[in-house]
Nanobody, 124 residues
Framework: QVQLVESGGGLVQAGGSLRLSCAASGSFVSMNAMGWYRQAPGNKRELVAVVTSGGSTNYADSVKGRFTISRDNAKNTVYLQMNSLKPEDTAVYYC??????????????????WGQGTQVTVSS
């Protein structure tokens, strides 16, 4: 089990950038996959990006080419660099850690650890 704390959210204008951080404590290296999810008002929480322990990444189509996920095992931290932000990126962003691969079809109820979430608001 790991404990996750997100930071870096805030208010930004459309076209701007933000970098989210997720600091982990506990058995970070045992987590096969780290991911970022987001939930906009009235919507279900959706998977945004995933990075494995080996550094492989995967992204939702809506953020490909704009967001970059990375993982620093030495610092027990996962990052989400968000560029060219759009108003539709507005959501609460959650960090997740899982001992198995995270895929779109992975039931969120089975994810091992979640952060508390950080708000990202993109104004038009």
């Amino acid at each position: 089990q790991v404990q996750l704390v997100e930071s870096g959210g805030g208010l930004v204008q459309a076209g701007g950038s933000l970098r989210l951080s997720c600091a982990a404590s506990g058995s970070f290296v045992s987590m096969n996959a780290m991911g970022w999810y987001r939930q906009a008002p009235g919507n279900k929480r959706e998977l945004v990006a995933v990075v494995t322990s080996g550094g492989s990444t995967n992204y939702a189509d809506s953020v490909k080419g704009r967001f970059t996920i990375s993982r620093d095992n030495a610092k027990n931290t996962v990052y989400l660099q968000m560029n060219s932000l759009k108003p539709e990126d507005t959501a609460v962003y959650y960090c997740a850690a899982h001992r198995d691969p995270i895929r779109i079809e992975t039931p969120q109820s089975l994810i091992d650890s979640w952060g508390q979430g950080t708000q990202v608001t993109v104004s038009s």
